[in-house]
C-alpha cells in the first residue's frame, strides 16, 4: 500500500534562513508527487508537483522540490523563509494521474518562523 | 487554475441534526470528487471517493450510513452528516480533478467546518 512519512511534526527556522522539510514515500514505481500548503483554517494551496523529468521541480512562492528515486524521497526546500510561510505543509502522492485515483497524505510539518 | 468551492464554510449544529455540505467544481467537470476529513492538527484522511452517477467508494472505517455522499452532476457532490454527535465535529475538505485534463493534479475546497453541540 501506498504511504507517505514526513518525519518532522514541527520544524521552527528563523525568518531568512533556509528550509527543508523531509518527504519520504512508500510505492512500487514511481508516483505522482505533490506539496501542499494550509493556512490555519484554510483549504489546501499546491505548492509543486512531480510527474517525470527534470528531477528538481520549482514551485510557487519561491519553493522547490527534488524527487530522489533512489531514496524515495521529494523534500521541499527554501532558500529564504519569509514570516508568511509559517503555515502547514503536507506531501501527498498519488499512482498516477488517472481521474479516480485517490491522494494520500503524510501527516503533516507545522512551520513556525522566528522573526 | 480551478476553483472548487465549498459551502457552508461554517456550520454550527445541535447534536441528532443532519448538515449537508455542498462541493461544487466551477469551471471544470468532475467526475470524481474526493472527500476529506481533518481533525485538529492532523493530516487529511480520505473518507470517500465520489463517484457521479452511482455510489460513492468508502474507506475502511467510515460509516456510509453516518456520511451521505450524492454526486448527482459533473460539477455538484454533496457530503450529509447523518444525526451528527460531538465527535463528528471536523475540518471536513473535498477535492476533485479536471475529467478532461491529465494533469493529475487535485483542487480543493476551502473546507467546511462542522461544530456539534
Known amino acids: 500500500a501506498q504511504s507517505v512519512t514526513q518525519p518532522d511534526i514541527h520544524i521552527t527556522v528563523s525568518e531568512g534562513a533556509s528550509l527543508e522539510l523531509r518527504c519520504n514515500y512508500s510505492?512500487?514505481?514511481?508516483?505522482?508527487l505533490f506539496w501542499y500548503v494550509q493556512s490555519p483554517g484554510q483549504g489546501l494551496q499546491l505548492l509543486l508537483k512531480?510527474?517525470?523529468?527534470?528531477?528538481l521541480v520549482q514551485g510557487i512562492k519561491g519553493f522547490e522540490a527534488e524527487f530522489k528515486r533512489s531514496q524515495s524521497s521529494f523534500n521541499l526546500r527554501k532558500p529564504s523563509v519569509h514570516w508568511s510561510d509559517a503555515a502547514e505543509y503536507f506531501c501527498?502522492?498519488?499512482?498516477?494521474?488517472?481521474?479516480?485515483?485517490?491522494?494520500?497524505f503524510g501527516t503533516g510539518t507545522l512551520l513556525a518562523v522566528q522573526p | 487554475g480551478a476553483v472548487v468551492s465549498q459551502h457552508p464554510s461554517r456550520v454550527i449544529c445541535k447534536s441528532g441534526t443532519s448538515v449537508k455540505i455542498e462541493c461544487r467544481s466551477l469551471?471544470?467537470?468532475?467526475?470524481?470528487m474526493f472527500w476529506y476529513r481533518q481533525f485538529p492538527k492532523q493530516s487529511l484522511m480520505l473518507m470517500a471517493t465520489?463517484?457521479?452517477?452511482?455510489?460513492?467508494?468508502?474507506e475502511q472505517g467510515v460509516e456510509k450510513d453516518k456520511f451521505l455522499i450524492n454526486h448527482a452532476s459533473l460539477t455538484l457532490s454533496t457530503l450529509t452528516v447523518t444525526s451528527a454527535h460531538p465527535e463528528d465535529s471536523s475540518f471536513y475538505i473535498c477535492?476533485?480533478?479536471?475529467?478532461?485534463?491529465?494533469?493529475?493534479?487535485?483542487?480543493f475546497g476551502e473546507g467546511s467546518r462542522l461544530t456539534v453541540l
Open positions: 469551471d471544470f467537470q468532475a467526475t470524481t
Open positions: 465520489s463517484n457521479e452517477g452511482s455510489k460513492a467508494t468508502y
Open positions: 477535492s476533485a480533478r479536471d475529467s478532461a485534463g491529465n494533469t493529475g493534479e487535485l483542487f
Open positions: 510505492y512500487g514505481a514511481t508516483p505522482y
Open positions: 512531480y510527474f517525470s523529468g527534470d528531477t
Open positions: 501527498a502522492v498519488t499512482p498516477s494521474s488517472g481521474a479516480t485515483n485517490k491522494l494520500i
